[in-house]
């Protein structure tokens, strides 16, 4: 883990400037994390003891990086889950000093700090335990109550604050029994996100004109809503180089969905993430009754290939389909080949 953390170092000292690396100034951990176990990692588990920070200014340019201890995990830096609560200290006449009415200061923080779900934690994560994205077909819980994103907003940004006020919904849906929140958008239910993911279907599509049906893998345009997912990008450009069935970016309704599966045209449904690559979806809570997604015993065909052929290029570097984007340690880049909550 040092090692690697020194390589990534060196890489970026070289990029910034040849001469930062004897500016380095380093602030060691005073205790030490025990070395994982190389034959057991798990993602988003290990962290480094230590960070490298470089500030940046338009006059000066690059400044002294700095090595320092900063937990990884800390859900503050990444989904700017944290809070704030302004209060004064007065002298008063007596040459005392006292507060004015903290305990409204006091009231608001609880309050902010349930929303934010600043809760005690049992691990270093953000939401649920990772376990979730284990689950045989997750269930997917569709609240009406809170808003991930809106037109204008900062939806298909990777922003902080985007995740930390989505945390809460989460919280609810596993009180309904349910592993995600299943985003939608406008008066007419259109299907997004389903917690950090993007949602994919794959069913079956008729042709009115022809008079007849073909496949087809879809999932919403990247209109201001959508985050502009890694894996969804992979997936939508994997799955036009097979040339096996349609794929296209389209808008997807709740009304479309319920149609599709009384006809019995959705063959599955699954969520991709840099995280899980692709989690398959079995049920989905939505108005009170539980639409079953079909889902086979194991993961479904589609999803299954996919994660196989992914994970294929992230891990064995398939060289038959796309390559890496960039190879820590050279200065070399590649460019790839391949390859529900409702916003109101």
Known sequence: MTSLFLALLSWLLIELDQGAA?????????THKAKPDLTNLVFGTVFSDHMLT?????????????IKSLHLACSA???????FEGMKAYRGADDKVCLFRPMLNMNRMAKSAERASLLVRTHTGCGTEQTSLLFKGAEYFRKALYIR???????????????GASIYAQHEAVDYGCQQVLWLYGDDHQITEVGTMNMITFSVM???????????????????????????QSILELTRKWGEFKVCERYL?????????KEGRVKEKFGSGTACVVSPVGCILY????????????FPQLASRLMKELTDVQVRWSQ???QRLFHVGSTSFHSTRVCPVRHV
Not at 22 to 30: F, G, H, K, N, P
Not at 149 to 163: E, K, L, P, V
């Open 22 to 30: 004897a500016d380095l100034v380093i602030e060691l951990s005073q």
């Open 54 to 66: 470089i500030e940046w200014t338009n006059a000066g340019g690059w400044h002294k990086p700095h």
């Open 77 to 83: 830096m990444h989904y700017a889950v944290q809070l």
């Open 149 to 163: 994103a809106w037109r204008g907003g900062t939806g298909d940004c990777t922003m902080g604050g985007n995740y």
């Open 206 to 232: 008729a042709n009115e004109i022809r008079d007849n049906t073909f496949e087809a893998l879809a999932t919403p345009p990247l209109d201001g809503i959508i985050l502009p997912g890694m894996m969804r």
């Open 253 to 261: 309704t709740m009304a479309d969905l319920c149609c599709a599966l």
């Open 287 to 298: 108005q009170g009754e539980n639409l079953h997604i079909p889902c086979q015993e194991d």
């Open 320 to 322: 038959t389909s796309m």
